[in-house]
C-alpha cells in the first residue's frame, strides 16, 4: 500500500527521487489513478526540497 508524503518533508531531493524511480519501477510506467496521485505528490515534495537545496546553496 502506498503512503502520501507529508508537504513538508525532511527527507533529501535524492531520497524522494529515488522513491519516485521505485514507483516507476513497481508500476512498469502504467500508473493507476492512485498511483498517480501519489506520484504527484512524490514530485510536489521532490520540487520543494530541490528548491529549498538550491536557497541554502545561494
Do not use: C, F, H, K
Not at 508537504?7 to 514507483?23: C, E, G, K, Y
Amino acid at each position: 500500500m502506498s503512503s502520501t508524503p507529508t508537504p513538508r518533508s525532511t527527507r533529501s531531493a535524492d531520497v524522494v527521487n529515488q522513491q519516485i524511480r521505485d514507483l516507476w519501477a513497481r508500476t512498469g510506467g502504467q500508473l493507476t489513478a492512485e498511483d498517480r496521485a501519489e506520484y504527484e505528490a512524490l514530485v510536489t515534495e521532490w520540487a520543494t526540497v530541490a528548491g529549498e537545496g538550491l536557497v541554502q546553496r545561494a
